[in-house]
């Protein structure tokens, strides 16, 4: 139960799970805690995984440490938000709503749309960046700070079966709450080398503080570059990659995932989310058809999750949404 503020308690749990090999510096609020070896070598795995043998890998990974897996929620979320955006939102009822109860817990390697990537000058969406991935998360419910600490000293475990090491890893943020509607919370982020992994979250209902839970999360596809550093597209869309500008072969591989879930596009709603993202698309660049791009990324999306529309009802949806326009 979280009895009083937790952000001197985070430092201190974090210092009795993680040990003596760890430093922490703390200037104010600002926490950093690295490894004292943090300065050998980084040496990248010779071969790369495929996507089914990594998602493989962080499922055994979990499950050795007693963590199952578990469903994704729907992409259809229709709660504050038209789509599913973070795995966290399976713990709603648990921290929006004051309940003991979540949708699901565990490890969760949920499909999201976001809109938030960072992009240039130009509206390109940086390399690390995607409008659809998969936020591969452990969300659950927890009775103290010390399970949020054992979850961080788990997830450098998950980390070495991928080929991380520990001495890579760091940790830092601000020790200072946040508040956002019902939820409140405390953030860190994990970084490799110098490169932002994902974060790991505190998180708690306002009215009704036992009910507190743990989001740890990150990207599928960032953790296979940061794993072994390669061209971003290259590592994403394969053999297409430069067959079509990257802006337009993120649109596909997120319609496919819209529409292979049903989400057709409309004018209002889940379905205004896929005209939006069809919208994207040049004519001209798609004049050659998009079937090729839609079966590569409805392969990747059924490596997570089975998809109940099939790739050539896909293809005929884009198709017939572009020829309106």
């Known amino acids: ?25 703390i200037d104010g609020t600002d926490l950093e805690i690295c490894h004292r070896h943090r300065g050998s070598p980084y040496a990248p795995p010779r071969r790369s995984p495929s996507w089914v043998e990594l998602l493989t890998t962080l499922e055994d990974a979990f499950a050795a440490r007693g963590v199952p897996r578990d469903a994704c929620i729907p992409l259809r979320w229709g709660r504050e938000t038209e789509l599913a955006i973070s795995a966290v939102q399976a713990l709603d009822p648990l921290l929006k709503d004051g309940r003991s109860v979540t949708y699901r817990s565990g490890f969760l390697p949920q499909p999201v749309v976001r809109f938030t990537g960072k992009r240039d000058h130009n509206g390109e969406l940086l390399d690390g960046y995607l409008t659809s991935f998969v936020n591969v998360s452990r969300v659950q419910p927890i009775q103290s700070i010390d399970e949020y600490a054992a979850v961080l000293d788990d997830w450098l475990y998950v980390l070495s079966q991928l080929g991380f090491h520990a001495r890579h890893i760091s940790l830092y943020g601000r020790l200072k709450v946040w508040h956002r509607r019902q939820v409140a919370g405390v953030t860190l982020r994990f970084r490799h080398l110098d490169f932002t992994l994902g974060d790991i979250v505190l998180l708690w209902n306002v009215e009704n503080p036992q009910c507190m839970a743990v989001d740890l999360g990150t990207g599928l596809e960032r953790l296979a570059w940061a794993r072994k550093p390669q061209s971003w597209h290259d590592l994403i869309f394969g053999s297409l990659a430069g067959a079509a500008p990257p802006s337009t072969l993120d649109a596909l591989r997120t319609a496919t995932l819209l529409i292979g879930n049903g989400i057709m596009p409309a004018a209002r709603g889940a379905g205004g989310v896929t005209r939006r993202v069809l919208g994207t698309l040049d004519p001209e660049s798609v004049r050659l058809g998009v079937s090729a791009a839609v079966r590569a990324s409805h392969r990747y999306w059924t490596t997570i999750a089975a998809l109940p529309v099939p790739w050539p009802a896909i293809v005929s949806g884009i198709e017939r949404e572009i020829a309106r326009r």
Request: no cysteine.
């Open 1 to 25: 139960m979280l009895t009083g503020p937790p952000t001197h308690h985070i430092a201190t749990a974090l210092r009795q799970v993680l040990g003596s090999g760890w430093e922490f510096t």
